[in-house]
């Protein structure tokens, strides 16, 4: 016997549109609603995901610029996003996410190969993500679009604690000396690895005093950087901890002196603890840490499109945090 049910057609998008500042808000629903059902299906039943602080939204916003997309609904609401990142040829993808009713009908693989088109046109040499590494669900999602798994990445939190001198900050330099010091760490990366460019990140950073950059320096001359932020990650809440988003040095073994910098510009800022996010290649930067007294406090899968895999410098170190 034959039962009669209404036809609907599937729902369909629009996209991708460039995202603006005004569609902070809606970005935010999507974004918490996506990611606490992901944690529901993970079997996290009490987690709610809370909404991102404004500024970091801004600050991901300006930093895709034309990477910035998202997708529309029939009725002008925000049914996908992807907020895609290039610093000179580096590129990937972070935050997206898309609306529990548009998942599962093809809204996801059509905001990932855009996005991977477009760092492809961009003439990228990496492409990358990262993902939960426990949620299986994901790492299949993005395999079967061409992406293969890496090493993991380690978040790892030190306390904040006051050096015998105040770290030497970016944003504390005149227009002309900030300008020289840019450029420093412009040719630093340049030599690390070739092709990356992270003075729009340090740029915008100063312009939206969202943090600072701590420069490190051995007799005038600049060894290394680390761009972090100080503004809280989640709206509403205290500042508590300095987030590292780019860090460069010309030598692994000045880690630990960049890291002490790095503690004391938190303790200054009222921040109470340092977080970095080491890739595992650096093994020798994460046992230097753990021996530090550093915790580890949770866990992310790099992942790269096939054939734009991420190099490892032949010298030095360069640590870019793959999330806003």
């Known amino acids: 016997m034959a039962t009669s049910r209404s036809w609907r057609s599937a729902p369909t998008v629009t996209g991708p549109h460039r995202a603006q500042l005004d569609d902070i808000p809606s970005l935010n629903v999507v974004f918490s609603d996506a990611f606490t059902e992901r944690y529901r299906r993970d ?17 991901a916003i300006e930093d895709a610029d034309a990477g910035a997309m998202l997708w529309r609904d029939e009725r002008g609401q925000i049914a996908a996003f992807n907020m895609v990142h290039r610093s000179g040829t580096e590129g990937w993808m972070g935050p997206l996410a898309v609306r529990s009713e548009y998942q599962g009908l093809g809204t996801g693989k059509e905001i990932v190969t855009t996005g991977v088109s477009w760092l492809r046109e961009q003439r990228c040499a990496v492409i990358g993500l990262e993902t939960m590494p426990r949620t299986m669900d994901n790492i299949g999602f993005y395999s079967g679009l061409g992406f293969v798994p890496g090493r993991l990445t380690l978040t790892l939190t030190l ?25 420093e760490c412009r040719d630093l990366v340049e030599r690390l690895a070739p092709g990356y460019d992270y003075t729009r990140e340090l740029t915008l950073t100063d312009e939206l005093a969202l943090g600072d950059t701590v420069l490190l320096r051995r007799g005038g001359v600049l060894v290394g950087f680390a761009l972090c ?85 032949r010298g030095g170190m360069v640590l870019s945090n793959w999330e806003i």
């Open 159 to 183: 306390d904040a604690a006051a050096a015998d001198h105040p770290a030497e900050l970016l944003g504390r330099h005149s227009m002309r000396d900030k300008d020289a010091a840019l450029g």
């Open 43 to 59: 079997g996290m039943v009490g987690v709610r995901v809370p909404y991102l602080n404004p500024a970091i939204w801004r600050y």
């Open 229 to 313: 932020h100080t503004v809280p990650l989640v709206e509403g809440r205290s500042r508590e901890e300095l987030r590292v988003l780019k860090l460069a040095l010309e030598r692994e073994g000045d880690f630990e002196p960049l890291l002490l910098a790095l503690c004391d510009y938190a303790r200054r800022s009222g921040t109470r603890r340092v977080a970095v996010r080491t890739q595992g290649v650096y093994v020798d930067a994460y046992r230097r840490m753990v021996a530090m007294g550093a915790r580890v406090r949770w866990t992310d899968l790099r992942m790269s499109y096939e054939g734009y895999d991420e190099p490892k410098p």
